[in-house]
């Protein structure tokens, strides 16, 4: 895996493997590095992760928000700069009454199911375009026996499964890396990874965040929040954007590699 991974990463997947494999704790391998142990399957896994299959896939699953995912190549897997972004929807969340909150391009599940294990007095709804993505996101809340309400819509067509709805909070971490990008992605992204989840045309690269913030107006309620995960080489761009479009009280947070990867915002009042 030399040409996939840096060595650091290679012990990580490994100890991960052999946690998964052997049904003991990764911290085990951490704590005992040296041990010698025979596990079964293993050469399978090496053979598969040497093809640039990721872990995820292969083992089937990863934690995101403390909780336990099912991936399959059907949906995106969740990063943890992710995880901040649903810790900024339940800050947003706590000053409000049983708020609905809706995720747009769920995916996996990821975000919507966190939040409603978080907050459990809020109503969650969740959309996705892939019949594939809600189906394994139905999956995963009903193993993390989150209470979540799943539709099928396309965020390029105003919202509509949302048609005389109401929201408090719309998050969305849509398609937004431009597809010029591509080739200096990582080859286990590239090669395994949804592209209909990962990539947008280079002559409109936010097509996704207008459409949404477009239909988004109608559905919130008056001083409801509008909030995003975004490419960071356009975050400004995006900011710039909402503005355009009528919205106000814009904030762009950085995530834990210090990159510009959240934005907040709420339908003008004036």
């Keep these: 895996m030399g040409d996939l991974y840096s060595p650091s990463e290679s012990r990580r ?21 040296n041990t010698e142990i025979e596990i079964e399957g293993i050469e399978r896994v090496a053979e598969e992760l040497a093809t640039a299959r ?18 399959r190549e059907g949906v995106l897997i969740p990063r943890p700069e992710t995880e901040e972004l649903v810790m900024w929807v339940v800050e947003q969340a706590k000053y409000m009454t049983a708020p609905h909150i809706v995720d747009i391009c769920t995916g996996s599940g990821c975000i919507a199911i966190s939040i409603a294990k978080s907050l459990p007095e809020a109503k969650v709804t969740a959309t996705d375009i892939s019949t594939e993505a809600l189906a394994i996101a139905k999956e995963n809340a009903q193993k993390n026996q989150a209470d979540v309400r799943f539709l099928e819509d396309d965020a390029l ?16 971490n849509p398609p937004y890396i431009p ?16 592209h209909i989840a990962l990539f947008v045309d280079d002559n409109d690269p936010l097509i996704f965040y207008r459409s949404i ?54 339908p003008s009042q004036k």
């Design 54 to 71: 990721p872990l995820q896939y292969i083992i089937g699953k990863c934690e995101f928000c403390s909780l336990e995912f099912i991936v």
């Design 179 to 194: 597809l010029t990008e591509r080739d200096s992605m990582h080859r286990n992204v590239i090669q395994h990874e949804p």
């Design 213 to 266: 913030a477009r239909a988004a107006k109608r559905v919130l309620k008056p001083k409801g929040q509008l909030l995003f995960e975004i490419h960071s080489p356009l975050a400004q761009q995006t900011a710039e954007m909402l503005e355009e479009e009528g919205y106000e009280q814009i904030v762009i947070r950085k995530d834990c590699f210090d990159r510009e990867r959240m934005i907040c915002c709420q």
């Design 157 to 172: 067509q105003g919202l509509k499964a949302l048609e005389n709805e109401e929201a408090d909070i719309i998050v969305s």
């Design 13 to 33: 997947i490994a100890r991960q493997v052999a946690a998964h494999l052997s049904g003991s704790n990764e911290m085990a391998f951490m704590i005992e590095p």
